[in-house]
């Protein structure tokens, strides 16, 4: 029913966690499909999530937007781990707050976006940005969707971000339109540093309304 998902706690959720070499299960916040879409926050500032379907065979991950809208505060990093399998992003937005630590967006698995999705990995500015990782194939479920990357600061450190690599996952998917990464520190008064940006793929972009961009 995508239902929100509020944690109190730090969590982790694994489909296979006494035996790696196993078969994982799939996990699906919402409505027990790859649709999924159930909105993810806190209670209490500070609480990291961690959802892993990892093993011989892996699961797939779908969940919605991860935001402060239900519970009040932002989950404090997030790490998906789906292997070789999908990471289906039904939400717009991954917005991740640290408060003692930076808030890290870690994704691995083949992501498939069906919304245009936006990853900011600092609300508040009370630490350094949270780095972004991004491995595994990234494409679309549809056309003209786009993905933007936020790891600047206006008072600390940037964070890093590294991309993988971007297609259409072999002609089952669609391209993504447009990629836009801001990760600059820009304090000038005060100067800390900028992220630092790594492509470890081809990244394939295509537009139907407009000219597909890749913007820094």
């Known amino acids: 029913d995508n239902a929100d998902v509020k944690i109190t706690n730090s969590l982790t959720f694994n489909t296979n966690a006494n035996v790696a070499t196993t078969t994982a299960g799939s996990i699906y916040l919402g409505s027990g499909t790859s649709t999924s879409a159930s909105t993810i926050s806190a209670t209490v500032a500070g609480k990291t999530l961690t959802l892993q379907t ?4 892996n699961g797939n991950i779908a969940f919605g937007s991860v935001t402060n809208a239900s519970g009040g505060q932002y989950v404090a990093a997030l790490t998906v781990n789906a292997g070789t399998g999908t ?3 039904n ?5 991740t707050n640290g408060t003692t630590a930076a ?14 999705v936006t990853i900011d990995t600092n609300q508040t500015d009370a630490v350094d940005s949270g780095t972004v990782v ?14 933007t990357i936020t790891s600047n600061s206006p008072a600390n450190n940037a964070g ?5 690599t971007f297609g259409n996952g072999g002609g089952a998917n669609q391209y993504v339109a447009t990629v836009t990464v801001n990760a600059v520190a820009s304090d000038n008064a005060a100067p800390k540093l900028d992220g630092k940006l790594t492509l470890t793929g081809d ?3 295509d537009g139907t309304a407009a000219a597909a961009d890749f913007l820094l």
Request: glycine share 12%; proline share 0%.
């Open 54 to 57: 990892t093993g011989t065979v």
């Open 87 to 89: 990471v289906t992003l």
């Open 91 to 95: 939400g717009g937005s991954i917005l």
């Open 103 to 116: 808030g890290n967006v870690a994704i691995t698995g083949n992501v498939v976006l069906t919304v245009s």
């Open 134 to 147: 991004l491995s595994g194939t990234v494409s679309a479920s549809v056309v003209d969707k786009t993905l």
């Open 160 to 164: 890093d971000v590294t991309l993988s």
């Open 203 to 205: 990244v394939l972009l």
